[in-house]
Nanobody, 123 residues
Framework: VQLQASGGGSVQAGGSLRLSCTAS????????MGWFRQSSAKEREFVAGITRSGDSSNYADPVKGRFTISRDNRKNSMYLQMNSLKPEDTGVYFC?????????????????WGQGTLVTVSS
């Protein structure tokens, strides 16, 4: 599976961005999916995850109430709506496909990764 992440950019604090992740094949719907981010100061960290059907999701505490993960299996796509962005949200955002049907907070449980899209939030 090849994953293509897009939608990053530069915004001011309080702004919004919507990230997209498109998969190369229909079996995208068999996998849980996740968004991770990495900054110069931190290792890659879990942001949000969603089950293969989209009926359950989970968020890291710092983004709860501000970010929303969703997916459209008909379009082989996943999204991350990011509102009320903060400077600490700055980083490269990666989408990833899990080994199973559920999401995981563990980087090691994902076996396919997109190339990353840069999000920069200025104060």
């Amino acid at each position: 599976v090849q994953l293509q992440a897009s939608g990053g950019g530069s915004v001011q604090a309080g702004g919004s961005l919507r990230l997209s992740c498109t998969a190369s094949r229909r079996t995208f719907s068999n996998n849980g999916m996740g968004w991770f981010r990495q900054s110069s100061a931190k290792e890659r960290e879990f942001v949000a995850g969603i089950t293969r059907s989209g009926d359950s999701s989970n968020y890291a505490d710092p983004v709860k109430g501000r970010f929303t993960i969703s997916r459209d299996n008909r379009k082989n796509s996943m999204y991350l709506q990011m509102n009320s962005l903060k400077p600490e949200d700055t980083g490269v955002y990666f989408c990833a496909a899990a080994r199973g049907s559920w999401y995981s907070v563990d980087v090691g449980d994902y076996n396919y990764w997109g190339q990353g899209t840069l999000v920069t939030v200025s104060s």
